[in-house]
């Protein structure tokens, strides 16, 4: 199957890293604070989650690589930032963005599930 899903996930985790980053900066030098959560989850969703899910899909590749993960990984890819904008635009004051944030977050959740049930399902057999 696809052997650059990992390196896919890593390049997106440096992305994020780097937006994470320069967005502490300018908390930090503004002493504004308001996005402090977009800035931990762009760090944690993005930057860690993306940077772990790409080094374990490159060390099993042979055991995670198939459709599920291709889905996952899109699924992933589209709600992280729709979830994080939405979020920034909740706290800066737009309440009714507050059902897009909501959704965004559950879809993560439905790649977190299909994560769970690809390592589950191919790390077990891969083992036995
Ligand atoms: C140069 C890099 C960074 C700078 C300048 C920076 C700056 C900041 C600032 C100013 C805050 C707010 C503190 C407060 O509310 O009192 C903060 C919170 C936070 N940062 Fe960073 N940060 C950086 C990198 C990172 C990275 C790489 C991660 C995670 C991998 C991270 C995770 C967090 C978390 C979890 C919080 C707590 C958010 C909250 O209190 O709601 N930060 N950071
Ligand atoms: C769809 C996924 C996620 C949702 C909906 C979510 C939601 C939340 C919410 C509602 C809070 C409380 C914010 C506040 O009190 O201001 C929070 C805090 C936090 N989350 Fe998440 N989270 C998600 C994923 C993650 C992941 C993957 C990590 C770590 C890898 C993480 C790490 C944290 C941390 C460290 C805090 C505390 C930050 C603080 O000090 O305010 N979250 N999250």
Excluded: C
């Excluded at 650059?4 to 390049?11: A, N, P």
């Excluded at 507050?98 to 690809?118: D, M, Q, R």
């Amino acid at each position: 199957m696809d052997k650059g899903l990992g390196l896919r996930w890593i390049k997106m985790a440096a992305v994020y890293l780097t937006v994470g980053v320069a967005l502490g900066i300018h908390m930090g030098k503004s002493h504004d604070f308001v996005l402090a959560p977009v800035h931990a989850h762009i760090n944690l969703l993005g930057w860690a989650t993306m940077a772990l899910m790409g080094v374990l899909h490159h060390l099993f590749a042979a055991q995670l690589a198939n459709k599920l993960a291709q889905v996952q990984f899109w699924l992933h890819q589209v709600a992280t930032p729709v979830m994080l904008i939405a979020l920034a635009a909740m706290l800066m004051g737009n309440a009714a963005v507050e059902p897009v944030v909501g959704i965004a977050s559950l879809v993560v959740g439905v790649s977190v599930l299909l994560f769970l049930y690809n390592v589950l399902r191919n790390l077990r057999a891969a083992a036995g």
